[in-house]
């Protein structure tokens, strides 16, 4: 099973429009290392693909960001 597989309606379509604001703009989100911060990127259907393949953590079964605790 994949991350999108585990994905919630709601996370899909919120995935969904970004995917489309990215095409209508011509850019896309990205990693400096796929690990930091996101950068703005010229688009590229990787970087889609990667966006899309999101971990689904809106759930309330989810732990916390120790930021949060």
Known sequence: MTPMDRQSPQVRAFLDAITAVCRKHGLALGHEDFQG?????????????????????????????????
């Open 37 to 69: 911060g996101f950068e703005v990127r010229p688009y590229a259907e990787d970087l889609i693909v990667w966006l899309n393949a999101a971990a689904d953590r809106t759930g309330p079964d989810q732990e916390p960001y120790p930021w949060q605790q």
